[in-house]
Nanobody
Framework: VQLVESGGGSVQSGESLTLSCAFSEYIYGHSERDPCVGWFRQAPGKQREGVATIDSNGSPSYADSVKGRFTISQDNARNTLYLTMNGLKPEDTAMYYC???????????????????WGQGTQVTVSS
């Protein structure tokens, strides 16, 4: 599966952005797969961190740093993944990636090395 992100940009602190990630194929509906999809981010000099994930039942999982500000969602066809980011802060500045895995329990762990499929990333810059 190929993933393509869009929607990044430069905003002021407190503003909002919505990121999108388009999947090249439908990843649900296979009995041997339990997809987990999500958003990760990586700031310069830092490790890639899991921001938000959503499992095949639609249950989201968020990093503490974004709870209450970010919302992960999918379109009805589950071909596009979104990340709505409200109340952006300068510390949210990073390259944002969408990712997919075929193990549902990876959603709760949000560890980047568990996800084999990645998009190319989209930059989010928040200025104070």
């Amino acid at each position: 599966v190929q993933l393509v992100e869009s929607g990044g940009g430069s905003v002021q602190s407190g503003e909002s952005l919505t990121l999108s990630c388009a999947f090249s194929e439908y990843i649900y509906g296979h009995s041997e797969r339990d997809p987990c999809v999500g958003w990760f981010r990586q700031a310069p000099g830092k490790q890639r961190e899991g921001v938000a994930t959503i499992d095949s039942n639609g249950s989201p999982s968020y990093a503490d740093s974004v709870k209450g500000r970010f919302t992960i969602s999918q379109d009805n066809a589950r071909n596009t993944l979104y990340l709505t980011m409200n109340g952006l802060k300068p510390e949210d500045t990073a390259m944002y990636y969408c990712a997919a895995a075929y193990r549902g329990h990876y959603c709760r762990l949000r560890r980047a090395n568990n996800f084999p499929y990645w998009g190319q990333g989209t930059q989010v810059t928040v200025s104070s």
